[in-house]
């Protein structure tokens, strides 16, 4: 019935049809369920269909039969799909709604609309990864992905339906509503600038404490921006496949005394910020120096400091373009940097440390957020 009438008017339309007439007159969609499955380092989990002919991959999950409420059929789909009868879904991470006109929908296909519920998954340890086991009748294979892989191994509207679910769980925003792949509501941080999980090699986060070696010559220093709530800075650098996190800092030049002035440059440079007090974490060991052009091992520094002013966004001079800035907490940053249960740990010892140096309180769980292009004063 048209939704242009009064609420009376439709009240007494509806009163004279029959109870199939009005059934009939009611939109009918599918109902689909889908779980974001990541392993410790956030890559997701996709599997890949026997049955479809197109060669494109899924995240788990499936039809929800008739009569079956959507987190039901989630969980039958995850126990008959990968044998993990007991994974628990945490909330709804995304509801999308895909159109019958939609160009992802092959031609000829009978397809009334479709509403998907996409579910948090949660984490699986690798005792839980390895008990994985596939109907091979129906799946071929599964593999963990990087986020900017597993688009390519999707159809797009389901590319675009996992990362605004993933951003959903990775940033804590509100579930993400979508029509067609796209936001219906406002666009979270994360999508806005299309960051991704940068997933560094497991080498590059378990942290040494105390001096570094003298054998080892020092290539990086990146550090724990805190600002007063006890959320730290990350900054963005966007690119033609999505933005990659990292904390602020960067590569020690011959001009940088120390990896403190390292810090300070290059947190200004990248994201505007003014630093005090930085204070050394620890140093992880890079054994190639591959990145440095084969130097061979060297120390990357951490450190944690505090922000005491955000200025105006401006031009990164080494990239020529501006970082996205972000606003996260360390547990939310270290998913981002994609260091795994190490970079957790790390995480951990930067809270304590701004607990402890600076009286900074522990950011509670919050939505990430974008520094306004004007800057903070922080006092």
Known sequence: ???SLPPSARVASQSVLSAAQYAASRHAVWLGAAAIITDEIGRVLLVHPTYRDHGRWLLPGGVVESGEHPHVACRREITEELGLADLALSGVLAMHSLSPRHPDIRPGTPFPGEIRYVFDGGTLTPDQANAIRLPREELSEYAFLETRDAVQRLRPVDGQIMLAAYRARLGNTATAHLADGRHILDVPALDRHDVHVRYRPMWDSPLNPGPVPERLPVQQAWAWCFVPDGRVVLVADPSPRGALPMLPGGTVEQ?????????????????????????????????????????????RVRLAARVTDIGPAAVDPATGRPFARLLATPAQAAALLGWGPPGARQAQLAIETARERWGLPTAGPTAIEEVPVEGMQLG
């Open 1 to 3: 019935m048209s939704s």
């Open 255 to 299: 001009t940088d005394t120390t990896p403190e002035d390292t810090l300070h440059r290059e947190a200004d440079e990248e994201a505007q910020l003014t630093l005090t007090d930085p204070v050394r974490l620890g140093w992880v060991l890079d054994e190639t120096g591959e990145v440095y052009g084969g130097v061979g091992p060297n120390a």
